[in-house]
């Protein structure tokens, strides 16, 4: 894999020598137009301190929290929470909320991204950010995916389908980040392909043209599997 992670930095410098800002950066703020609605690109920030919740977000905290959610053992949340301290550590400091539908509100469904001070990888000793995916049925909050990454961006579908999530894996055992496009299908979301990565820490993000998006995405997918960044 290291091997194809080089020749892919110089396929892209390559690349970059013709067009480097539309070829070595993720795409960001572009709206999307489907029957006559226009729907916005969404660019999420991973600092947790400028969030301001609700009431809505508070209860909904508190909602997961009645459930066990943050003790269940899939979500692999290691730190220990203390009674007296879980108005403290359930806040706008370490969560993130989005409405999972554009036309919907958080309470029929939410993208919560939580900050990675909350986890701790055992493994490699480090603090990983997570998101999860919640969607109400028959008045019941049901987690449809998880994953041991941050989104960067929604790219907006239409106003009544979920928009298309980036998600940046950081894949230790590669020493590079990947930049995977999951889109909604069947009540979920899949991968659908592997758009990018980088070997500086997220630093400088190489963006793969279709034709290595192709090529890649089978053992980036792979790799995700493997390392479970997605269950």
Same mark, same amino acid.
């Given at each position: 894999?290291?091997?194809?992670?080089?020749?892919?930095?110089? &396929?892209?410098?390559?690349?970059?020598?013709?067009?480097?800002?539309?070829?070595?950066?993720?795409?960001?703020?572009?709206?999307?137009?489907?029957?006559?609605? #226009?729907?916005?690109?969404?660019?999420? %920030?991973?600092?947790?301190?400028?969030?301001? $919740?609700? /009431?809505?977000?508070?209860?909904?905290?508190?909602?997961?929290?009645?459930?066990?959610?943050?003790? %269940?053992? @899939?979500?692999?949340?290691?730190? *220990?929470?203390?009674?007296?301290?879980?108005?403290?550590?359930?806040?706008?400091?370490?969560?993130?909320?989005? @409405? &999972?539908?554009?036309?919907?509100?958080?309470?029929?469904? $939410?993208?919560?991204?939580? /900050?990675?001070?909350?986890?701790?990888?055992?493994?490699?000793?480090?603090? #990983?950010?997570? %998101?999860?995916?919640?969607?109400?049925?028959?008045?019941?909050?049901?987690? +449809?995916? /998880?994953?041991?990454?941050?989104?960067?961006?929604?790219?907006? +579908? !239409?106003?009544? #389908?979920?928009?298309?999530?980036?998600?940046? $894996? !950081? %894949?230790?055992?590669?020493?590079?980040?990947?930049?995977?496009?999951? /889109?909604?299908?069947?009540?979920?979301?899949?991968?659908?392909?592997?758009?990018?990565?980088?070997?500086?820490?997220?630093?400088?993000?190489?963006?793969?043209?279709?034709?290595?998006?192709? *090529? $890649?995405?089978?053992?980036?997918? *792979?790799?995700?599997?493997?390392?479970?960044?997605?269950?």
């Amino acid at each position: 894999m290291k091997k194809v992670l080089q020749l892919l930095v110089l &396929l892209s410098f390559v690349y970059a020598c013709g067009d480097a800002d539309k070829n070595n950066q993720l795409d960001q703020g572009q709206d999307q137009e489907t029957n006559n609605e #226009t729907v916005q690109n969404k660019i999420v %920030s991973m600092d947790f301190h400028n969030n301001k $919740f609700n /009431s809505i977000e508070k209860n909904l905290l508190h909602e997961l929290d009645s459930l066990r959610f943050f003790n %269940s053992i @899939p979500q692999r949340i290691f730190i *220990e929470i203390p009674k007296d301290g879980r108005d403290k550590l359930l806040s706008e400091k370490y969560f993130n909320f989005m @409405p &999972l539908y554009p036309n919907k509100t958080l309470n029929d469904g $939410f993208i919560m991204t939580v /900050s990675g001070e909350l986890f701790m990888d055992r493994k490699f000793a480090t603090m #990983t950010n997570r %998101s999860f995916i919640f969607e109400r049925v028959n008045n019941s909050l049901i987690l +449809v995916n /998880s994953f041991k990454g941050f989104i960067k961006e929604l790219k907006a +579908v !239409n106003s009544n #389908t979920p928009s298309d999530l980036v998600l940046e $894996f !950081n %894949s230790e055992k590669e020493n590079a980040y990947f930049y995977c496009l999951y /889109s909604w299908n069947r009540g979920k979301f899949e991968f659908n392909k592997c758009i990018g990565f980088s070997e500086d820490k997220g630093n400088t993000q190489i963006k793969y043209t279709e034709e290595q998006s192709n *090529e $890649f995405s089978p053992e980036i997918k *792979e790799i995700v599997q493997k390392e479970s960044f997605a269950f």
